[in-house]
């Protein structure tokens, strides 16, 4: 670690009341150069530790930059991790309010309910299929806290993933009935296709 407890807390509350006040911010990294991964994801649960504090549940794990398309848009090989809280959750159907953001995105995602718990390392394919309890699909709206979506990986980290709001759809199905690499999606605005995706792109 490169940066001490009262910079990681200074840097939390920066980027949580960006988030809670839907304001954007300029990277951390141009002023933390010499930050690394570990204080990246030690600002993110300094962020969610402050949320609980609030009485706001975690209610669910994400990975975030798991197309190739995207960690090649990125320059990174590897995905990142971040959470969802409570409040973040919509119902399937119901309104957003972009008012309440910065400058939404939208993503179609794969929701995964487990039913035990998963630790590496060494954490086999195998134990994953024995763990998932079920899978319902999602759209998750990211809202990257960066100023013009303008990061780098630790930044973004940092910034919990530009996790913001999700949406989980009321169809549950088993894992074993679904080929999760030809899983399709599509992606409609306003009636009109906009994409369209498998599974396998992830
Ligand atoms: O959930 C995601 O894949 C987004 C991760 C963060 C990168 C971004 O904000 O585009
Ligand atoms: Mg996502």
């Known amino acids: 670690m490169q940066l001490d407890k009262a910079t990681i807390e200074k840097l939390a509350a920066?980027?949580?009341s960006a988030e809670l006040e839907a304001r954007d911010v300029l990277k951390i990294t141009d002023d933390y150069p010499q930050m690394d991964f570990e204080d990246a994801y030690a600002i993110q649960d300094t962020i969610r530790a402050r949320k609980e504090a609030r009485g706001n549940k975690t209610?669910?794990?994400k990975a975030g930059l798991t197309s190739f398309a995207k960690m090649k848009q990125m320059g990174v090989d590897v995905p990142c991790f971040g959470f969802v809280?409570?409040?973040m959750s919509r119902p399937d159907g119901g309104d957003i309010k972009t008012s309440e953001l910065i400058h939404p995105k939208v993503e179609a995602e794969i929701c995964v309910v487990t039913k035990a718990p998963l630790k590496g390392p060494g954490c086999h394919v195998g134990a994953v299929m024995a763990a998932i309890d079920f899978v319902l699909p999602a759209v998750e709206i990211i809202d990257s806290r960066?100023?013009?979506f303008k990061f780098d990986l630790k930044s973004v980290v940092a910034d919990n993933t530009s996790a913001?709001?999700?949406v989980i759809g009321g169809r549950s199905r088993n894992?074993?009935?679904?080929?999760?690499?030809t899983l399709g999606v599509v992606l409609e605005k306003n009636g009109q296709v906009v994409?369209?995706?498998?599974?396998a792109a992830v």
Request: aromatic share 12%; hydrophobic share 40%; net charge negative.
């Open 164 to 166: 913001s709001r999700f």
């Open 85 to 87: 809280s409570d409040y």
């Open 175 to 181: 894992v074993e009935e679904l080929d999760l690499r």
């Open 195 to 199: 994409a369209m995706a498998a599974g």
């Open 14 to 16: 920066h980027l949580e």
């Open 146 to 148: 960066y100023r013009d």
């Open 59 to 61: 209610v669910g794990l």
